[in-house]
């Protein structure tokens, strides 16, 4: 290699070099500080777009865990609000066996019926005053309940129905369909329609007790589909934390050898800018 001031080559290399170590040392200094070994798409830009993806199915389906939770909650109150319903009806097949027994008076039977007014109205006021958020939930109007993980595959819609509830309709016979309608045999408590109203209020408490077995169905439903969403986005969150983490065992490693590189990089350019000094020696 011949002697010249032109170019200094070895200066050049050991500044190439040098840049590299700075930026290498600053990435993994950017690790360390951030948690987080991918900061940008420069990093590992296939590594960015997976860890991103399982971001995005890990925060659909923590909300689509709340959207289960508040679709449970939504189907409880009205099985609460159809356990009362139960034990109004209870009482007045109490007092539709009592009024049917011929040993009361007619002021009797007027006071049994008053009550048993009461309790249909009470019945009607549960099936038009109960609602969930805002919501009158004795509507038979279907509530779409949506578990997602972010994608079309991972998408499962419920469609919970609550029926009607009213003096017209208490309870369901089927999945769609209305129950008694406690207002057909006679809407009056004098003894003779007393056992029509009795087996009326009978049929009506299995009718609720119908809807409301539908209605825990839908909830233990509701419920695993809670818990299969939370289990996936925890394995979704480790899988992301996986790719995206930082590993401090390798980063600590390597920000100890960029330093030391670091170091004697400048220590060789030192020495590379010093060498063409030698051609003044030649000029003395």
């Known amino acids: ?11 050049i290399y ?9 930026m290498s040392l600053q990435s993994t200094l950017q690790q360390l500080s951030s948690g987080s070994r991918i900061n940008s798409g420069a990093d590992d830009a296939a590594g960015l777009a997976l860890a991103d993806g399982l971001h995005a199915n890990a925060t659909a389906l923590t909300q689509s865990a709340q959207n289960a939770s508040a679709g449970v909650g939504m189907l409880q109150t009205a099985d ?3 356990a009362q319903v139960t034990n ?10 009592e009024a049917s027994n011929g040993t009361l008076n007619t002021t009797q039977v007027s006071s049994a019926n008053q009550e ?7 019945i009607g006021n549960i099936g038009s005053n109960t609602n969930y958020n805002g919501n009158t939930l004795f509507s038979a109007s279907a509530v779409s309940i949506v578990v997602s993980d972010g994608t079309t ?40 329609s007393a056992t029509a109203i009795l087996n009326t209020l009978t049929t009506a408490v299995q009718d609720v007790a119908y809807q409301r077995g539908t209605i825990g169905a839908n909830i233990n ?22 790719i995206r983490a930082t590993n401090y065992g390798q980063a600590t490693s390597d920000m100890a050898k960029y330093q030391v590189l670091s170091q004697t990089g400048i220590a060789a350019l030192s020495q590379a800018n010093s060498v063409q000094q030698d051609v003044l020696k030649l000029l003395q």
């Open 80 to 82: 609460g609000a159809l």
């Open 153 to 192: 595959a991972g998408t499962t819609t419920f469609s919970e129905t609550i029926g009607t509830l009213s003096k017209t309709s208490v309870g369901t016979t089927g999945a769609s369909g209305a129950g008694q309608d406690l207002s057909t045999a006679n809407p009056t408590l004098t003894a003779t």
């Open 221 to 242: 439903q509701l419920n695993a589909a809670e818990n299969v969403a939370n289990a996936q986005q925890v394995n979704l969150s480790s899988a992301e934390n996986d």
């Open 14 to 22: 050991a500044q190439n070099n040098l840049n590299q170590t700075q």
């Open 116 to 122: 048993y007014q009461n309790i249909l109205t009470e």
């Open 1 to 11: 290699m011949s002697l010249g001031v032109l170019n200094n080559i070895s200066s």
């Open 88 to 97: 109004l009806l209870d009482r007045a097949i109490t007092l539709a066996t």
